[in-house]
């Protein structure tokens, strides 16, 4: 993974001055965007970067979907002192040198106040990168790798961490009777590889004992080798801290080749596409996942769950709804910041205290995280639900 870290910086460096080039030269013709760090005269230029198209697409969509819905719900209630927030998507294709190109195109070129995104850790952490030295605020919605807002002050999230997911994986697993767990992870994903090394240390604590360790890669289409292997190894349960895009796929080959134990999974199973990649694979499986239902009775949610309905014709998820609340609390910071800039914005998210999200409440802590409830979702023949579910006091964090 360092290996493939350092490639990645150095991708991020050529990028970077080669799409300075491209802003210089761009300039010229574009002067009215932006300016005056995103605000001009009559609106202020808000950022997003989202795997729109690509392997995980679904995460992108939604998240979109909810931040698009956010905003405008904010710019009919009059904007930030009568300035329409204008928001530019840009899509990085799932990919992470992706993420640093465009997040560089909206800080240098776009000069948008702030940035929402990503999904995935590997991803924001592409884009932190950018954002801190620029000094511009960033908000993940989604993103758990602690790393994520360790790459400095100016990179918020308003959701949970992996330390404490993982630990409510492994409490659960303790809880159902596995004593004996394998782990099947991405190697080239930080959420996987840190979601792994957080369940390992909760799970061992717990009396538990990690029995063995295989590695896959996104856009791996055969996984039978390593699945194998983790059959011989004769586990109670399989983890596999990976995306939908990939879990599917893995999941059915368990099964043709005969190993037919519980598979347990995290946040990055959420997706409307989970069940029809795996078919019945994993009926009866459980994952980790942020505190969404749309059958909450929360007066914020449903208000929320009704306008998603309206103007998109389908349920939110908990990607939508992270979304959502990440834009509210960006734009409830920028209405406080006085004046607009981007160092009181960033002050301004850094003193969120008890906001009301349809996530849960969501207060931000010293380290930029966010501290909240996480669910066990149990998958049905057709649908998953919420079965479960642990407070960080729960798990002992
Ligand atoms: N938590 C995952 C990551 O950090 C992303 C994710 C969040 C996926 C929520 C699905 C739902 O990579």
């Given at each position: 993974?360092?290996?493939?870290?350092?490639?990645?910086?150095?991708?991020?460096?050529?990028?970077l001055?080669?799409?300075?080039?491209?802003v210089?030269?761009?300039?010229?013709?574009?002067?009215?965007?932006g300016?005056?760090?995103g605000?001009?005269?009559?609106?202020?230029?808000?950022?997003?970067?989202?795997?729109?198209?690509?392997?995980?697409?679904t995460?992108?969509?939604a998240?979109?979907?909810?931040?698009?819905l956010?905003?405008d719900?904010?710019?009919?209630a009059?904007?930030i002192?009568?300035?329409?927030?204008?928001?530019?998507?840009?899509?990085?294709?799932?990919?992470p040198?992706?993420?640093?190109?465009?997040?560089?195109?909206?800080?240098t070129?776009?000069?948008?106040?702030?940035?929402?995104?990503?999904?995935?850790?590997?991803r924001s952490?592409?884009?932190?990168?950018?954002?801190?030295?620029?000094?511009?605020?960033?908000?993940?919605?989604?993103?758990?790798?602690p790393?994520?807002?360790?790459?400095?002050?100016?990179?918020?999230?308003?959701?949970?961490?992996?330390?404490?997911?993982?630990?409510?994986?492994?409490k659960?697993?303790?809880d159902?009777g596995y004593?004996?767990?394998?782990?099947?992870?991405?190697?080239?994903?930080?959420?996987?590889?840190?979601?792994?090394?957080?369940?390992?240390e909760?799970f061992?604590?717990?009396?538990?004992?990690?029995?063995?360790?295989?590695?896959?890669?996104?856009?791996?289409?055969?996984?039978?080798?390593?699945?194998?292997?983790?059959?011989?190894?004769k586990?109670?349960?399989?983890l596999?801290?990976?995306?939908?895009?990939?879990?599917?796929?893995?999941?059915?080959?368990?099964?043709?080749?005969?190993?037919?134990?519980?598979?347990i999974?995290?946040?990055?199973?959420?997706?409307?596409?989970?069940?029809?990649?795996?078919?019945t694979?994993?009926?009866?499986?459980?994952?980790?996942?942020?505190?969404?239902?749309?059958?909450?009775?929360?007066?914020?949610?449903?208000?929320?769950?009704?306008?998603?309905?309206?103007?998109y014709?389908?349920?939110?998820?908990?990607?939508?709804?992270?979304?959502?609340?990440?834009?509210?609390?960006?734009?409830?910071?920028?209405?406080?910041?006085?004046?607009?800039?981007?160092?009181?914005?960033?002050?301004?998210?850094?003193?969120?205290?008890?906001?009301?999200?349809?996530?849960?409440?969501?207060?931000i802590?010293?380290?930029r995280?966010?501290?909240?409830?996480a669910?066990?979702?149990?998958?049905?023949?057709d649908?998953?639900?919420?079965?479960?579910?642990?407070?960080?006091?729960?798990?002992?964090?």
């Amino acid at each position: 993974m360092d290996i493939y870290r350092l490639r990645a910086g150095i991708t991020g460096i050529v990028v970077l001055l080669f799409s300075c080039g491209i802003v210089l030269a761009g300039c010229k013709e574009k002067s009215d965007t932006g300016g005056g760090g995103g605000s001009t005269q009559d609106r202020i230029v808000v950022g997003e970067f989202a795997s729109l198209t690509g392997s995980t697409s679904t995460f992108g969509i939604a998240t979109h979907e909810g931040i698009q819905l956010a905003i405008d719900e904010a710019n009919q209630a009059g904007g930030i002192d009568g300035k329409q927030i204008q928001l530019i998507t840009e899509d990085d294709r799932s990919k992470p040198e992706e993420a640093t190109t465009v997040v560089t195109k909206l800080v240098t070129q776009d000069k948008v106040i702030a940035v929402l995104g990503e999904v995935s850790s590997t991803r924001s952490m592409n884009g932190a990168a950018v954002c801190q030295p620029n000094r511009t605020p960033m908000i993940t919605p989604s993103s758990t790798n602690p790393e994520v807002t360790r790459k400095g002050d100016y990179i918020f999230r308003v959701c949970f961490t992996d330390d404490f997911q993982a630990a409510v994986a492994a409490k659960f697993a303790i809880d159902e009777g596995y004593r004996r767990v394998a782990i099947f992870k991405d190697i080239k994903n930080d959420y996987s590889v840190g979601f792994a090394k957080y369940f390992t240390e909760a799970f061992t604590r717990n009396g538990g004992q990690v029995v063995g360790e295989q590695n896959y890669q996104e856009g791996d289409q055969d996984f039978k080798a390593q699945l194998n292997t983790i059959k011989a190894m004769k586990p109670d349960a399989v983890l596999i801290p990976g995306y939908y895009s990939e879990v599917g796929t893995i999941a059915r080959q368990a099964r043709e080749i005969g190993l037919n134990v519980p598979l347990i999974g995290g946040d990055g199973w959420d997706s409307p596409q989970l069940i029809p990649g795996a078919g019945t694979a994993l009926k009866g499986c459980y994952f980790t996942d942020h505190n969404f239902s749309v059958n909450s009775k929360e007066p914020e949610t449903v208000r929320f769950v009704e306008a998603y309905r309206a103007r998109y014709k389908k349920d939110p998820d908990a990607l939508a709804a992270l979304g959502y609340d990440a834009a509210r609390i960006l734009v409830a910071a920028m209405k406080a910041a006085r004046p607009l800039t981007r160092e009181t914005l960033r002050d301004a998210i850094a003193q969120t205290r008890d906001f009301p999200g349809v996530t849960g409440k969501i207060t931000i802590d010293g380290d930029r995280n966010a501290r909240k409830a996480a669910v066990i979702m149990r998958v049905e023949a057709d649908k998953f639900d919420i079965y479960k579910v642990y407070t960080p006091e729960e798990v002992g964090l």
